[in-house]
């Protein structure tokens, strides 16, 4: 499928609901209005949406929300793209809270890969930023999903004054973990409009800075527009998803559908990670 600017579209992100079990503050946090469920498609109608996508060429799927794993049968859903023909992969973006519990039933519906946001290691901070004490469980879900095999990607968002001085410390994550970690640069969109973020191009001069060594990494890493980059000796890559100090709209290739049915070209920080 080509857009009106000759673009190739092959990938879509569907939200599976608006629901989430974290209050992150540059997101969603305490007292954001949720849609009515009434609204909010049924499990049939996003598979029949999968369908007609997949018939006009839509090859990937990403399933997000919201937090994707608050709605029951997420599982089954991913089962049920994965067998329509012309689909070649289904991928999930998720908190993590929930993951570990539900990867058996995951990985059986046939989970092709998982982006998993974490912006702290540290619990406090975590509380800080996400409004829950819940580190302990996305850390055991990391584990839990390199183990199991498939492809892991850290999603962080550095924030001015709250957990910016822990980029390293994420970064080291690829050191010993078969995992890419990538920087996404703070959206000014919705919450995060009030929040101070970092730029990815400081970012990376401050990596290079501490490991010299450090290289473009031109392989392949997913379907996103992150520019990864290796540092010698480490196992996983560090990405860096620019969407504010770096052009990617020229290249890119999906379409994003709401809980509640809207279709949107990409446009912001929701279509990247
Ligand atoms: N709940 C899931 C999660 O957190 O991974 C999936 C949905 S969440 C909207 C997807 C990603 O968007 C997360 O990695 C989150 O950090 C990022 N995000 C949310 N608001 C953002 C903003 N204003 N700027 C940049 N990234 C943002
Ligand atoms: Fe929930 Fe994800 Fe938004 Fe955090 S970023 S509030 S986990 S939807």
């Given at each position: 499928?080509?857009?009106?600017?000759?673009?190739i579209?092959?990938?879509?992100r569907?939200?599976?609901?608006?629901?989430?079990?974290?209050?992150?503050?540059?997101?969603?946090?305490?007292?954001?209005?949720?849609?009515?469920?009434?609204n909010i498609l049924?499990?049939?109608?996003?598979?029949?949406?999968c369908?007609?996508?997949?018939k006009?060429?839509i090859?990937?799927?990403k399933?997000?929300?919201?937090?994707?794993?608050?709605?029951?049968?997420?599982?089954?859903?991913i089962?049920?793209?994965?067998?329509?023909?012309?689909?070649?992969?289904?991928?999930m973006t998720?908190?993590g809270v929930?993951?570990?519990?539900?990867?058996p039933?995951?990985l059986?519906?046939?989970?092709?890969?998982?982006?998993?946001?974490?912006?702290?290691?540290?619990?406090?901070?975590y509380?800080a930023?996400?409004g829950?004490d819940?580190?302990?469980r996305?850390?055991e879900s990391v584990d839990q999903?390199?183990?199991?095999?498939?492809?892991?990607?850290?999603?962080?968002?550095?924030?001015?004054?709250?957990?910016?001085?822990?980029?390293l410390?994420?970064?080291?994550?690829t050191?010993e973990?078969?995992l890419d970690?990538?920087?996404?640069?703070?959206?000014p969109i919705?919450?995060?409009?009030?929040?101070?973020g970092?730029?990815?191009?400081?970012?990376?001069?401050e990596i290079?800075?501490?490991?010299?060594?450090?290289?473009?990494?031109?392989?392949?890493h997913?379907?996103?527009?992150?520019v990864?980059?290796?540092?010698p000796?480490f196992?996983?890559?560090?990405?860096?998803?620019?969407?504010i100090?770096g052009?990617?709209?020229?290249?890119c290739?999906?379409i994003?559908?709401?809980?509640?049915?809207?279709?949107k070209?990409?446009?912001?920080?929701?279509?990247?990670?």
């Amino acid at each position: 499928m080509k857009d009106q600017y000759g673009r190739i579209i092959d990938y879509m992100r569907i939200s599976i609901t608006d629901r989430c079990n974290l209050r992150c503050r540059y997101c969603m946090p305490e007292g954001v209005e949720l849609v009515p469920m009434k609204n909010i498609l049924s499990y049939e109608e996003i598979e029949m949406v999968c369908q007609a996508a997949a018939k006009a060429g839509i090859r990937k799927f990403k399933i997000t929300g919201g937090e994707p794993l608050v709605r029951l049968g997420c599982p089954e859903l991913i089962g049920k793209i994965k067998k329509i023909p012309g689909v070649e992969q289904v991928t999930m973006t998720t908190n993590g809270v929930l993951l570990s519990k539900y990867l058996p039933e995951l990985l059986k519906n046939g989970l092709d890969a998982v982006n998993i946001s974490l912006d702290t290691l540290d619990r406090e901070r975590y509380q800080a930023i996400t409004g829950r004490d819940e580190l302990f469980r996305v850390l055991e879900s990391v584990d839990q999903a390199v183990d199991a095999g498939i492809p892991v990607k850290i999603n962080s968002v550095l924030q001015k004054g709250m957990n910016e001085d822990e980029f390293l410390a994420l970064a080291r994550l690829t050191l010993e973990k078969k995992l890419d970690v990538r920087f996404i640069e703070m959206m000014p969109i919705g919450k995060g409009r009030e929040c101070d973020g970092i730029s990815n191009d400081d970012l990376l001069r401050e990596i290079q800075k501490q490991y010299p060594g450090v290289c473009k990494d031109d392989r392949v890493h997913g379907n996103g527009p992150a520019v990864y980059y290796h540092i010698p000796g480490f196992i996983g890559s560090v990405g860096f998803i620019s969407a504010i100090h770096g052009a990617f709209c020229s290249s890119c290739n999906r379409i994003r559908m709401t809980a509640t049915g809207d279709l949107k070209p990409c446009l912001c920080y929701r279509d990247t990670v």
